[in-house]
Antibody, heavy 121, light 106 residues
Framework: EVQLLESGGGLVQPGGSLRLSCAAS????????MSWVRQAPGKGLEWVSV????????HYADSVEGRFTISRDKSEKTVYLQMNSLRVEDTAVYYC??????????????WGQGTLVTVSS | EIVLTQSPATLSLSPGERATLSCRAS??????LAWYQQKPGQAPRLLIY???NRATGIPARFSGSGSGTDFTLTISSLEPEDFAVYYC????????FGQGTKVEIK
C-alpha cells in the first residue's frame, strides 16, 4: 500500500523559511516522479513542484520559481520542499503526491494527508 | 498556461441521480486530462486519468470521456459518499486544475 506522510508545516513570518518532508513507502521510490501540490484555505489546487524519479530533473510553478527547491533522498525515501522568502500568499495545505514513472509528471495517483503552512506576522 | 473551465460551479442532485460534470480547456490537451474528488478536510483522490481510465479502486459508476478541449465526468447513479468537490486537471507543459464543481445534495 502506498503511503505518503508529510511533515514540517507550521507558522512562519513573511520572508522566512520552512522545509517540508514527505516520507514515502509501499512502492519503488526511485522509479516515480514526486510532486507537491498546494491548496490555499477555501481555494482550489495548484501544482507547485515536481522532481523526476532519478532526481535529475525538477520543475516549478512560476509563482514559486527561485524561492522553492525540491529534492529527494533515495536512501531515506523522502522528498523535500525547501521554501524560502515565504509570502503571505504561500499560506496553504501542501500535499505530497506520487506522480508518473520516470521523468513524466502531472498525474497524482496517490496523495499524502497534507501539512499546513501559514505565513503571517 | 492552459486554463481549465469547469461547469457548472455547483450541481444540486439527489442520491440515485446521474451527474454530468464538464471541463473545457483553453487549448488542446489531447487525452491528458484527469479528474479528482475531494471531500472536506481530506486530500484529493484520483478518479480518472488519461480522460477515460478509472484509477485503482474507483467504482464503475464513475466514467470519463472526451479529448482535445472538451471533457466530461459522469457519475451514473449518485451514492451518498459521492457528494464532494470534483476537479479536472491537465498535464500539458505544466499541470493546471479547473476551479472545481461542487456536487451537493438537493
Amino acid at each position: 500500500e502506498v503511503q505518503l506522510l508529510e511533515s514540517g508545516g507550521g507558522l512562519v513570518q513573511p520572508g522566512g523559511s520552512l522545509r517540508l518532508s514527505c516520507a514515502a513507502s509501499g512502492f519503488p521510490f526511485s522509479s516515480y516522479a514526486m510532486s507537491w501540490v498546494r491548496q490555499a484555505p477555501g481555494k482550489g489546487l495548484e501544482w507547485v513542484s515536481v522532481i523526476s524519479g532519478s532526481g535529475e530533473t525538477t520543475h516549478y510553478a512560476d509563482s514559486v520559481e527561485g524561492r522553492f527547491t525540491i529534492s529527494r533522498d533515495k536512501s531515506e525515501k523522502t522528498v523535500y520542499l525547501q521554501m524560502n522568502s515565504l509570502r503571505v500568499e504561500d499560506t496553504a495545505v501542501y500535499y505530497c503526491a506520487k506522480d508518473l514513472p520516470g521523468s513524466r509528471f502531472g498525474e497524482a495517483h496517490n496523495w499524502g494527508q497534507g501539512t499546513l503552512v501559514t505565513v503571517s506576522s | 498556461e492552459i486554463v481549465l473551465t469547469q461547469s457548472p460551479a455547483t450541481l444540486s442532485l439527489s442520491p440515485g441521480e446521474r451527474a454530468t460534470l464538464s471541463c473545457r480547456a483553453s487549448q488542446s490537451v489531447s487525452s491528458y486530462l484527469a479528474w479528482y474528488q475531494q471531500k472536506p478536510g481530506q486530500a484529493p483522490r484520483l478518479l480518472i486519468y488519461d480522460a477515460s481510465n478509472r484509477a485503482t479502486g474507483i467504482p464503475a459508476r464513475f466514467s470519463g470521456s472526451g479529448s482535445g478541449t472538451d471533457f466530461t465526468l459522469t457519475i451514473s447513479s449518485l451514492e451518498p459518499e459521492d457528494f464532494a468537490v470534483y476537479y479536472c486537471q491537465q498535464r500539458g507543459n505544466w499541470p493546471t486544475f479547473g476551479q472545481g464543481t461542487k456536487v451537493e445534495i438537493k
